[in-house]
């Protein structure tokens, strides 16, 4: 532990310096401002929002930025206290992962998603269970087969096809009638005017406007470049991470999942939060 970093949080704590805890909880950043209302000799006491709270409990750890440190700092969770939303935090050090660097929201699926993998010079789809996906990228757990890491090597492409579970709505692409064009004068104001503030109602049967459907569990397929392989130090599974070149289809369809996930999840955390302030006490 790095002692000095406790004299930090000290000065911050005299100067009612306010800092910042982010976690990533099922791939959803969670950062809340958190109070300093204690430093001892090698522990500090901090006061935060609920959500923030969860996720200490869950993580047993969470990382402090604030402006002017040199680095973020990784601490421990040593007990938390729900019903006063306070924990306790030790074993600080600098950090050099690339926590909350990431521009887009990656989210965790619920439920196992199986979906196949299929490069430019292989005729057999390899088969891959989703880790998380973004609006522009995704990771997959690989099987457990030696050869791997030559096959999906840096910089290859890649195509991959899979469903989401859930409900969603995918705007149809609008038919265009040339035989209608004839009747509208392009030079008349009014009818441009009021052209520009029509809105049709829902389920219209006008040829000229864009349907909304809904769909069960649609399959999307999306085109891809490798760009990391490694082995996870948890869970020791091998996994991929590809940088995508998504289409509109994808980006809609995925999109609506992410909300539908990050609703789930905040869910989730009111649910987790309700069971520990039944808890009287600190929690270890």
């Not at 869970?235 to 789930?264: A, C, M, W």
Request: charged fraction near 25%; proline fraction near 5%.
């Amino acid at each position: 532990m790095d002692s000095g970093i406790t004299d930090l949080l000290r000065r911050i704590a005299a100067a009612e310096g306010e800092i910042r805890l982010l976690n990533v909880y099922q791939g959803i950043p969670i950062a809340f401002p958190a109070a300093i209302v204690f430093v001892g000799q090698n522990s500090v006491t901090v006061k935060t929002e609920r959500y923030q709270l969860v996720c200490l409990f869950r993580e047993r750890q969470t990382h402090i930025q604030y402006p002017g440190l040199p680095a973020v700092i990784r601490a421990r969770v040593e007990q938390i206290d729900p019903s006063n939303l306070q924990a306790n935090l030790y074993e600080f050090e600098y950090s050099r992962e690339g926590i909350g660097e990431r521009r887009q929201i990656r989210v965790w699926p619920k439920e196992a998603v199986t979906g196949e993998l299929q490069l430019p010079d292989r005729t057999e789809t390899i088969k891959g269970e989703l880790a998380d996906i973004s609006l522009d990228g995704m990771g997959i757990y690989l099987p457990e087969a030696d050869g791997y890491a030559q096959v999906f090597r840096q910089g290859r492409k890649v195509a991959i096809s899979l469903r989401l579970p859930g409900v969603f709505h995918i705007q149809q692409p609008k038919r265009y009638d040339p035989s209608s064009a004839g009747e509208v004068n392009r030079y008349d104001r009014t009818q441009l005017r009021l052209s520009t503030i029509h809105t049709p109602a829902y389920g219209s049967d006008r040829d000229d406007v864009a349907a909304i459907k809904t769909v069960h569990s649609p399959e999307i397929e999306v085109y891809g470049i490798v760009s990391n392989y490694y082995t996870e130090a948890y869970t020791r599974r091998h996994r991929i991470g590809i940088r995508l070149q998504p289409n509109e289809l994808y980006r809609s369809i995925v999109s609506q999942f992410i909300s539908q996930r990050q609703s789930e999840i905040i869910q989730e955390i009111n649910a987790i939060y309700r069971l520990l302030t039944r808890e009287t006490g600190a929690l270890r």
